[in-house]
């Protein structure tokens, strides 16, 4: 694992539920989700689900995208609501809003794969570098 973070729900600017009166997953199992599809990676997706799973529900799917600003525009305009790495707050100036996911397992994690027999040279600079 190269880099570990928090997942954040990501809710639309105007929704009622804030960081202030935000109890649990299980406040939004009826809303609808924006989510990735298990095509553009099974392990994301399986983290993603079990938050709601984790919650004692299974959430209902108004879209699918791995693009997290293509997630946030869809948000944005009131087409569901999201979980992605709370990174995202940093670099996004449409207008939802964040809650931090602190007290859940689950993290989003990015993960670096080699083989270790591989000759490129570039490779063993690029190891330094992560």
Same mark, same amino acid.
């Given at each position: 694992?190269?880099?570990?973070?928090?997942?954040?729900?990501?809710?639309? *600017?105007?929704?009622?539920?804030?960081?202030?009166?935000?109890?649990?997953?299980?406040?939004?199992?009826?809303? *609808? $989700? #924006?989510?990735?599809? *298990?095509?553009?990676?099974?392990?994301?997706?399986?983290?993603?689900?079990?938050?709601?799973?984790?919650?004692? $529900?299974?959430?209902?799917?108004?879209?699918?995208?791995?693009?997290?600003?293509?997630?946030?525009?869809?948000?944005?305009?009131?087409?569901?609501?999201?979980?992605?790495?709370?990174? $995202?707050?940093?670099?996004?100036?449409? =207008?939802?809003?964040?809650?931090?996911?602190?007290?859940?397992?689950? *993290? =989003?994690?990015?993960?670096?794969?080699?083989?270790?027999?591989?000759?490129?040279?570039?490779?063993?600079?690029?190891?330094?570098? #992560?």
């Amino acid at each position: 694992m190269v880099f570990q973070e928090n997942f954040a729900l990501v809710l639309p *600017k105007n929704h009622w539920l804030d960081a202030e009166t935000f109890e649990s997953m299980a406040q939004v199992s009826t809303e *609808k $989700f #924006i989510l990735p599809t *298990k095509a553009d990676g099974e392990i994301y997706h399986h983290v993603q689900w079990s938050i709601c799973e984790d919650a004692g $529900f299974l959430p209902q799917i108004s879209h699918e995208t791995v693009h997290g600003y293509t997630t946030l525009k869809l948000v944005e305009n009131n087409l569901g609501i999201s979980l992605i790495p709370i990174s $995202f707050e940093q670099v996004t100036n449409t =207008a939802v809003k964040f809650i931090e996911l602190r007290d859940i397992p689950q *993290k =989003a994690e990015i993960s670096a794969l080699w083989n270790p027999q591989n000759p490129n040279p570039s490779l063993g600079r690029f190891l330094e570098v #992560i």
